[in-house]
């Protein structure tokens, strides 16, 4: 969860903008140039936001795990803590696996 979500959207959609442009065939050269490093400007700017919003030590992100029957809307949820997106990654595995069943238990003993 991050405290700004429409400035994150904003620079998606814009970077998506920009991106189409790019691939527009009637453009001039000079026009081209220009979108290209308007493109890369704006990616660079899109990285910086979700780095901002959402890496694990920032003050200004939050991470929760929703469980089943939760809304995301609700506030509710295990806050979860990391100092890296794989180690929270990780951490929602362990806690959600365990709950699937999908894989049943089997002996490690070689039949």
């Known amino acids: 969860m991050t405290e700004e979500p429409d400035l994150v959207l904003r ?11 790019q691939r527009d065939k009637s453009l001039d050269p ?6 290209s490093e308007r493109t890369s400007a704006a990616k660079r700017e899109l990285l910086q936001l979700l780095s901002a919003a959402f890496f694990p030590l ?3 992100a939050a991470w929760r795990l929703w469980r089943s029957g939760i809304t995301a809307d609700a506030g509710d949820g295990e806050v979860i803590e ?9 951490i929602a595995c362990d806690r959600v696996f365990p709950a699937t069943h999908a894989y049943p238990q089997r002996d ?4």
């Open 82 to 90: 990391s100092r890296s997106l794989s180690g929270l990654a990780s």
């Open 30 to 35: 000079v026009a081209q140039r220009e979108i």
């Open 108 to 111: 490690a003993r070689p039949t």
């Open 58 to 60: 920032t003050q200004r």
């Open 11 to 21: 620079a998606a959609f814009h970077l998506v903008a920009l991106e189409e442009l």
